[in-house]
């Protein structure tokens, strides 16, 4: 099942989470794939490290061609590398994203991210798709294409203000392109357990019936670690505090 990892703020965690859960995934024998739709490329960085070097196949690549009209059908797959992980591979960003844009905006081309995935769907257990902080043609794409959308979220009131602009959205995709799209649930990003706001506003959250999810990510230094070593903490540390919570989380999304 197509998940999408969505919020339009940024620095709220999405690469990580998109990562750590395919990674999580990819470790227990699925076969999984990431697609990277933002033009920072920090997953595409993330799971191949040096190896997320130009001139590789990758989603610039996959729009582009659908923009042209050639006698040899190309197919998803070719859009696709391996990364060094076993089961997980990964649809590469590229910054090329941000100058196609108006040009798939204009051509109609919204639909043909969900084309791919259905055209994939027999290749991979589980889908992951990270998108830019925005609310853009990408993002938009993505909530087509998938069936679960996962919502990071750091405890502060500028986030929670933003939370509900965001489910509206969401549920206008639901209701104009995509019936089947469902919310999985809020993930709680960094959360530090001893300060009252977080508290507070996870607490008023659940109250008012919004599908926060538990358990709770805990705030830690290993994330910037995971990240300089291009390595998703199952494969880093699998003992520590926030693997074992991601891990839990992975578990409770594929209830």
């Given amino acids: 099942m197509p998940c999408v990892v969505f919020n ?22 699925l076969r999984t794939l990431v697609i990277d739709l933002d033009p920072q490329g920090n997953s595409s960085a993330y799971l191949m490290g040096d190896a997320a070097v130009q001139g590789q196949p990758n989603i610039a690549d996959f729009f582009d061609n659908t923009l042209s009209f050639s006698l040899r059908k190309v197919l998803p797959a070719e859009f696709i590398v391996a990364t060094p992980h076993e089961n997980l591979d990964l649809m590469p960003s590229c910054p090329r994203l941000d100058e196609l844009q108006s040009k798939l905006e204009s051509r109609h081309k919204i639909f043909k991210l969900r084309e791919a995935l259905q055209q994939l769907a027999g ?69 530090q ?39 998703p903490m199952i494969y880093m540390d699998p003992g520590h505090k926030l693997t074992q919570a991601l891990v839990a989380l992975h578990a409770a999304i594929q209830r």
Avoid at 9 to 19: E, L
Avoid at 207 to 223: D, F, H, R, T, W
């Fill in 123 to 191: 290749d991979y257990d589980r889908i992951y798709i990270d998108t830019p902080p925005a609310l853009n043609f990408y993002t938009r794409s993505a909530l087509i294409a998938a069936r679960g959308c996962l919502i990071p979220f750091d405890c502060d009131d500028f986030s929670r203000k933003a939370l509900y602009t965001l489910l509206e959205n969401v549920q206008e995709i639901q209701a104009d392109h995509n019936a089947g799209l469902k919310v999985e649930g809020i993930v709680v990003n960094q959360f």
């Fill in 193 to 231: 357990p001893r300060a009252n706001l977080p508290q507070r506003i996870v607490n008023e959250l659940i109250a008012e019936g919004l599908p926060v999810l538990q358990p709770y990510l805990p705030s830690s230094i290993k994330v910037r670690e995971s990240h300089e070593q291009s390595l």
């Fill in 8 to 29: 339009q703020k940024g620095g709220v965690g999405k690469s990580t989470i998109t990562c750590n859960l395919a990674a999580i995934s990819a470790s227990q024998g």
